[in-house]
């Protein structure tokens, strides 16, 4: 018996790879995408950093109040004593808080390295600063930040001062960027973020 193997000719092209071009546009695709990804991302941390930190602001702003009704209306410490150390030893702090004089540290800290928190300048009276140190704080999250808490401070600066200066017409904007919204942008918050509390 013989076998008859016939091979049919047929014209053959490898089609299976991709020109130079196409995979240019699908690079340039993937970059653009990529990219639009990554200023979401940045969008999204920047706004949870703004979160957490008016709602830490919020829990230091409690545990004032709470140590003012646990000593008669006074936020006053004693002597030689500073009001965070005074807050801790109430257990108003929690003890896995790192306290150096008026600075709080959170034992993770992140976004804020540490937050401050002191009295006024005329002891007895109620009122006091909650301050926080960020270095990589924007100007806008500074001005987010503010405009979080506005309705409940009475003033704010970007130096480790009490200020009132919150109502009346002013606002976050006015006393940290002097009105001017061209002044809020991306680049890094010159200074500290104190609010005043009354």
Same mark, same amino acid.
């Given at each position: 018996?013989?076998?008859?193997?016939?091979? =049919?000719?047929?014209?053959?092209?490898?089609?299976?790879?991709?020109? +130079?071009?196409?995979?240019?546009?699908?690079?340039?695709?993937?970059?653009?995408?990529?990219?639009?990804? +990554?200023?979401?991302?940045?969008? !999204?941390?920047?706004?949870?950093?703004?979160?957490?930190?008016?709602?830490?602001?919020?829990?230091?702003?409690?545990?004032?109040?709470?140590?003012? =009704?646990?000593?008669?209306?006074?936020?006053? #410490?004693?002597?030689?004593?500073?009001? #965070?150390?005074?807050?801790?030893?109430?257990?108003?702090?929690?003890?896995?808080?790192?306290?150096?004089?008026?600075?709080?540290?959170?034992?993770? #800290?992140?976004?804020? =390295?540490?937050?401050?928190?002191?009295?006024?300048?005329?002891?007895?009276?109620?009122?006091?600063?909650?301050?926080?140190?960020?270095?990589?704080?924007?100007?806008?999250?500074?001005?987010?930040?503010?405009?979080?808490?506005?309705?409940?401070?009475?003033?704010?600066?970007?130096?480790?001062?009490?200020?009132?200066?919150?109502?009346?017409?002013?606002?976050?904007?006015?006393?940290?960027?002097?009105?001017?919204?061209?002044?809020?942008?991306?680049?890094?918050?010159?200074?500290? !973020?104190?609010?005043?509390?009354?």
């Amino acid at each position: 018996m013989r076998a008859i193997c016939e091979f =049919q000719n047929t014209d053959y092209r490898d089609d299976a790879g991709f020109t +130079l071009m196409e995979i240019i546009v699908a690079m340039i695709v993937v970059g653009i995408l990529s990219a639009g990804g +990554l200023m979401v991302y940045n969008g !999204l941390i920047e706004s949870s950093n703004v979160t957490a930190t008016v709602q830490a602001i919020s829990k230091i702003e409690s545990a004032v109040n709470s140590y003012a =009704q646990v000593n008669g209306g006074s936020i006053v #410490p004693p002597t030689g004593v500073s009001l #965070p150390h005074a807050m801790q030893d109430d257990s108003l702090i929690p003890s896995s808080y790192t306290v150096n004089g008026d600075n709080v540290t959170p034992p993770n #800290p992140g976004f804020v =390295q540490s937050y401050y928190i002191f009295i006024g300048s005329n002891p007895g009276q109620y009122n006091y600063a909650i301050g926080i140190i960020a270095p990589q704080m924007t100007n806008a999250q500074a001005l987010n930040i503010c405009n979080s808490v506005e309705n409940s401070i009475s003033g704010v600066s970007s130096s480790k001062n009490v200020e009132f200066n919150i109502g009346n017409g002013r606002t976050c904007l006015d006393d940290l960027f002097n009105s001017d919204v061209g002044n809020v942008n991306n680049s890094i918050f010159n200074g500290n !973020l104190t609010f005043t509390f009354n």
